[in-house]
């Protein structure tokens, strides 16, 4: 019997190990109804004649139900506490039953032809398409996907994002001389006038004047005059260029960076933490809308649902090939771990019951044997 206490095991546990006992019981009463009816027999067959095909079935039975008692016990511990060879084959041989166990996963369930052959028969994109494209079902992977992002912006260190932000910044915007390209972004501004609106805008109080006299007015032409000599000396001239360059390092000097994306990171991840949070959110919300118009389309493009099935089969079948020795070694560690004892408890809760038909089919079995035998040999031997 499993030694763990009732308490310490789940309600499946408990209600195998009820089950378990019941069977024990069962089994148990059968060979003792045998052992009855055979010294009933053996008593009154000088009597009654035909007391001994009882006997002779009883007999049977019982060395029947002794047998299978054994083999079923023999599997879990010693029978009686005898040091019987080859017994307490679990206990004693637990870690190669956990390597043969794995061998035996990884070779005929983590294959990728057994992989494929199941997805290519389950039609994984139309079935997650039908669940996800249903309301409740799309705002539980919401919830959880928002659960997810919320866990990992907590997660992250404010300083460290900073730094991160800091450090691109400088790479893409410090770094990089602005000049040149400054220089030819203006410069085709200015070939395609395309900055007169702004200048217009910029001198409203005499905008209408200059819209009047558009092609001649002076101050039009300085200005456009000015625009095209910056927009060249951004490109070629150094002293022009120099002077941007420094503007630029005294607008984005350290404590300013540093400042603007640690506000920058801040501000974002206080608006999305409180985006996820809520429910009713418009981020919330139109992640809840998009996941279900992926479930729509998944569920009525055909070509669609062929490329991820195609996409989740390759996908699975690669890690199988290149990950299943390591799966199956969960088996193999697994079982490496566990306690010889607790072994014994675990696999005599999941099988023990089914066990217990042996042991009972045995003393039927073995009763119909020793029927049989008595009646050929009563039959064939002159005075047995």
Known sequence: ????????????????????????????????????????????????????????????????????????????????????????????????????????????????????????????????????????????????????????????????????????????????????PAGAWLEKIVEAEAHHGAVDLAVDSIGRWLEA?????????????????????????????????NAKASLFDSPRVGALAAEAWNTAKNGLLAALADPESGLRRRAVQALQEVGERLTTDAALQTRVDTWVSDAAVFLVDRYRHDIASIITDTVERWDPAETTEKIELMVGRDLQYIRLNGTFVGALAGLVIFSIAHALIPGV
């Open 1 to 180: 019997m499993p030694r763990t206490p009732m308490t310490q095991l789940s309600p499946a546990d408990q209600e195998r190990l009820r089950a378990l006992r019941r069977m024990k019981a069962v089994a148990l009463g059968a060979l003792v109804f045998m052992a009855v009816v055979f010294v009933f027999a053996f008593a009154f067959q000088q009597r009654f004649d035909w007391l001994a095909y009882v006997r002779a079935a009883a007999e049977g039975g019982m060395v029947g139900a002794l047998a299978d008692w054994f083999a079923v016990t023999a599997l879990f511990r010693r029978p009686l506490g005898l040091p019987i060879p080859h017994t307490a084959i679990i206990p004693s041989r637990k870690d190669e039953i956990g390597r043969s166990l794995g061998e035996f996963v990884e070779t005929n369930f983590l294959a990728g032809d057994v992989v494929r052959t199941k997805l290519s028969s389950t039609r994984i994109a139309f079935r997650a398409g039908e669940w996800l494209r249903e309301a409740p079902h799309a705002e539980r992977v919401g919830a959880e996907g928002a659960t997810i992002a919320t866990a990992v912006l907590n997660a992250l260190s404010d300083d460290d994002v900073r730094d991160l932000i800091t450090d691109l910044a400088r790479e893409h915007l410090v770094a990089p001389e602005w000049g040149p």
């Open 213 to 245: 006299n558009a092609e001649s007015h002076p101050a039009r032409i300085a200005i456009d005059g000015y625009l095209g000599r910056l927009a060249d000396n951004l490109q070629n001239d150094p002293a022009t260029r120099a002077k941007l360059e």
